[in-house]
């Protein structure tokens, strides 16, 4: 299984820009990179997918090295309202050829006034 | 468009009892997934569904927990005889591939005495 490595927490201010890095040293070479947010008492919500180098949407970046190894979630400019729980989620391939799919542990952004 | 419909939203039931919990996808998507979530940590895949078929049922605790997807739609989980470790949040989501986004319900808080 494709194992993810996330700070456990991180603190930022209103305005700033905020990089959360994920480590996944086993991705296989089929799978993406997503990103989830989530709100207290709600399910996870889709930010950004990725598959190799750079990818931007609407409320995000995705940054991926060559190696794929890591990631790293961009968000500029964050708000009070950004404050989450931010998951990286990789596939992993079995043995038996079956994918899982991995949640990291998840990262606690506070943003602060 | 609706999204991932889900119920109960809540449960409590004491322990050795059984529980079911139901998870109606956004019409149209094929694939259906169940994650358990523990406090303070990432959802953990038990199940995937492809249409009918449980393509990666590999985390799901056979002896007490059993899944079905009847006619490819909406879903049922259920554990019997229920632990007290089993107490956590129930998330149900789907999506229209293996890799395309993925849309969770709100989730069911199961608590067990």
């Known amino acids: 299984l494709a194992k993810t490595t996330q700070p456990i927490s991180m603190d930022s201010y209103e305005g700033q820009e905020v990089n959360i890095t994920c480590s996944h040293n086993?991705?296989?070479?089929?799978?993406?990179i997503t990103w989830y947010q989530q709100f207290p008492s709600q399910g996870p919500r889709f930010i950004i997918q990725?598959?190799?180098t750079k990818v931007t949407n609407e409320v995000a970046s995705l940054f991926i090295p060559a190696d794929r190894k890591s990631s790293t979630l961009s968000l500029p400019r964050v708000s009070l309202s950004d404050t989450a729980v931010y998951y990286c989620?990789?596939?992993?391939?079995?043995?038996?050829?079956?994918?899982?799919?991995?949640f990291g542990s998840g990262t606690r952004l506070q943003v602060q006034p | 468009e609706a999204g991932v419909v889900q119920s109960p939203r809540y449960k409590i039931i004491e322990k050795k009892q059984p529980v079911a919990f139901w998870c109606n996808p956004i019409?149209?998507?094929?694939?259906l997934y169940w994650y358990l979530q523990n406090l303070g940590q990432g959802p953990e895949l038990l199940i995937r569904?492809?249409?009918?078929?449980?393509?990666?049922d590999s985390q799901l605790p056979k002896d007490r927990f059993s899944a079905e997807r009847l006619k490819g739609v909406d879903s049922t989980l259920k554990i019997q005889p229920a632990e007290l470790g089993d107490s956590a949040v129930y998330l149900c989501?789907?999506?229209?591939?293996?890799?395309?986004?993925?849309?969770f319900g709100p989730g069911t808080r199961l608590t067990v005495l």
């Open positions: 989501a789907s999506s229209s591939g293996g890799r395309d986004e993925q849309f």
């Open positions: 989620l990789v596939g992993g391939r079995l043995d038996t050829g079956r994918r899982a799919l991995t």
């Open positions: 990725g598959y190799k």
């Open positions: 019409s149209g998507h094929n694939t």
């Open positions: 086993n991705i296989a070479t089929n799978d993406y």
């Open positions: 569904y492809e249409n009918e078929e449980a393509v990666d």
